[in-house]
């Protein structure tokens, strides 16, 4: 079973600033060179012009132009009074905000706030895709303006203004930062309504680090926060439409060889709103074997006998606790974080805000896909076909087929290799090893996984061909 096999160890870091060290099965792929994948390193002029996902167009709200001569002199002498205020404090803010894309703190402020809340995966890839469609929307929004008005920079007018970071390669107005802060702030205070003024306040801070580095222009924020807050307003109506309220008033199939249980989880979200796909059934796969059948009598089997290992053991119970239940949108963002950094996105935030849109798209429509063909057919799990079986942990409440762990990181990473080829060996690996340390710990059977894999690949599928005409080329 672990022949070619070696192991890696990853560290990392978890809300409260524990540090976990993850063991993750490689198959070989690892010991690869990972490049860094080669990117068009423009200053994605033409953004404005990709396609939107709740805009009309990026020159929907587009805004009226910076100001005059006189105001912008005044703006750069308020610059020039903030360079006194630059102590370490300042600095480390700078520094904070400034780490990556302008999307890449908000998603780990996203995650953090989930993670706090327990919130399971189904609804926090749902949260993330709206989050992130927010953002993509402004930031594309916000070069439709850029490029039409070309504001330079504050220091290109004012050499005596030094900024503390390099200009962006893009021109100033409207601050990118800003956008993004606004869009984010505003769909999380919706989200989570009983922290909306620490989003505010770090919406603030954001902004704010923007003007003590010396980089834009009070304008410029000014005007970007209320830019991401008119598209985030858009996300927050469609947040509402997309059916993750509705209760279930289905049941329980009561004839022998379907899943039983109380209260399944998730039962209605087959019929949430889709963003790439048609709708969830879209990609409905055919029926599972009867429970009765010689193919799940094999596919039990090989759950039965599968020989338990400290490492196979350790490995499954990653991925349900570590990785996986409750946390595997916090482990597959985290993956595209460090795909984002490693590519040198830091300034090309239209590219970033894109990568997270798509990434979290394709994890909340195959989430969807996933539990619509799981409550069409009701497959019972290994212990119920064997009550004599014991899986290595609790079986998550919800039918068996297909497998959502494979479902869901098929889906993610095939568009994180689309999106970062010279990684995809490894994304590819660590969505195989999920899917098999489902058998590992006896909670899935074979076909479950096999169909979860290509139903995950037929969303990411959808998701690659939206990406392939947004007009990005």
Same mark, same amino acid.
């Given at each position: 079973? =672990? %022949?070619?096999?070696? =192991?890696?160890?990853?560290?990392?870091?978890? &809300?409260? !600033?524990?540090?976990?060290?993850?063991?993750?099965?490689?198959?070989?792929? =690892?010991?690869?060179?990972?490049?860094?994948?080669?990117?068009?390193?423009?200053?994605?002029?033409?953004?404005?012009?990709?396609? *939107?996902?709740?805009?009309?167009?990026?020159?929907?709200?587009?805004?009226?132009? &910076?100001?005059?001569?006189? *105001?912008?002199?005044?703006?750069?002498? +308020?610059?020039?009074?903030?360079?006194?205020?630059?102590? %370490?404090?300042?600095?480390?803010?700078?520094?904070?905000?400034? $780490?990556?894309?302008?999307?890449?703190?908000?998603?780990?402020?996203?995650?953090?706030a989930m993670l706090k809340r327990g919130l399971p995966a189904n609804m926090a890839f749902r949260n993330l895709a709206l989050l992130h469609v927010a953002i993509y929307d402004a930031t594309v929004?916000?070069?439709?303006?850029?490029?039409?008005?070309?504001? &330079?920079?504050?220091?290109?007018?004012?050499?005596?203004? $030094?900024?503390?970071?390099?200009?962006?390669?893009?021109?100033?107005?409207?601050?990118? @930062?800003?956008? *993004?802060?606004? $869009? !984010?702030?505003?769909v999380l205070a919706w989200l989570f309504p009983d922290e909306d003024q620490v989003f505010e306040d770090m919406a603030q801070a954001?902004?704010?680090?923007?003007?003590?580095?010396?980089? +834009? @222009?009070?304008?410029?924020?000014?005007?970007?926060l209320a830019l991401g807050r008119q598209v985030a307003a858009l996300?927050?109506? @469609?947040? #509402?439409?997309?059916?993750?309220?509705? #209760?279930? %008033?289905?049941?329980?199939?009561?004839?022998?060889?379907?899943?039983?249980? %109380?209260?399944?989880?998730? $039962?209605?979200?087959?019929t949430w709103k889709t963003w790439a796909l048609t709708s969830g059934d879209q990609f409905r796969p055919l029926p599972p074997p009867a429970y009765d059948s010689e193919q799940l009598a094999a596919d039990m089997d090989e759950v039965r006998t599968f020989e338990r290992t &400290?490492?196979?053991?350790?490995i499954a119970m990653f991925w349900e606790f570590g990785a996986g239940g409750r946390r595997i949108y916090w482990f597959w963002n985290d993956v595209g974080n460090r795909a984002i950094l490693e590519s040198g996105w830091n300034t090309h935030a239209p590219l970033a805000a894109r990568a997270y849109a798509l990434v979290n798209i394709a994890a909340d429509d195959s989430a969807i896909a996933c539990f619509e063909a799981k409550y069409t057919y009701w497959a019972m799990r290994p212990f119920q076909l064997d009550p004599e079986f014991k899986p290595l942990f609790t079986t998550p409440n919800h039918p068996s087929y297909p497998s959502a762990h494979s479902c869901i990181s098929t889906a993610v990473a095939t568009v994180l290799a689309d999106l970062f080829p010279t990684n995809a060996a490894e994304v590819l690996a660590l969505a195989q090893e999920a899917s098999e340390a489902r058998i590992w710990g006896g909670i899935? =059977?074979?076909?479950?996984?096999?169909?979860?894999? #290509?139903?995950?690949q037929d969303v990411a599928g959808a998701v690659i061909a939206h990406a392939n005409s947004d007009g990005s080329g």
């Open positions: 079973m =672990f %022949e070619n096999v070696s =192991f890696r160890f990853f560290r990392y870091r978890v &809300p409260g !600033a524990v540090i976990i060290t993850v063991m993750l099965l490689s198959f070989g792929l =690892f010991n690869q060179a990972v490049a860094v994948p080669a990117v068009n390193l423009q200053t994605e002029s033409d953004a404005g012009t990709w396609t *939107t996902w709740v805009l009309e167009s990026g020159s929907q709200f587009r805004l009226d132009a &910076p100001p005059n001569d006189a *105001t912008t002199t005044a703006e750069i002498a +308020e610059l020039l009074a903030m360079v006194g205020l630059r102590d %370490e404090a300042a600095l480390q803010q700078i520094a904070y905000w400034n $780490a990556g894309p302008p999307a890449y703190r908000w998603n780990q402020i996203a995650i953090n929004a916000a070069w439709d303006s850029k490029y039409a008005y070309n504001r &330079p920079r504050p220091s290109e007018l004012e050499p005596a203004l $030094a900024p503390v970071i390099s200009n962006p390669p893009n021109p100033s107005y409207p601050s990118e @930062y800003a956008v *993004t802060a606004g $869009a !984010a702030s505003a954001a902004v704010n680090s923007r003007l003590l580095a010396g980089v +834009e @222009y009070p304008s410029d924020v000014v005007s970007g996300v927050i109506e @469609y947040g #509402k439409a997309d059916g993750s309220d509705a #209760k279930w %008033e289905g049941s329980i199939p009561t004839e022998p060889g379907y899943w039983t249980g %109380e209260n399944p989880a998730f $039962a209605s979200q087959g &400290p490492a196979s053991n350790a899935h =059977f074979r076909i479950d996984i096999v169909v979860g894999a #290509k139903l995950g």
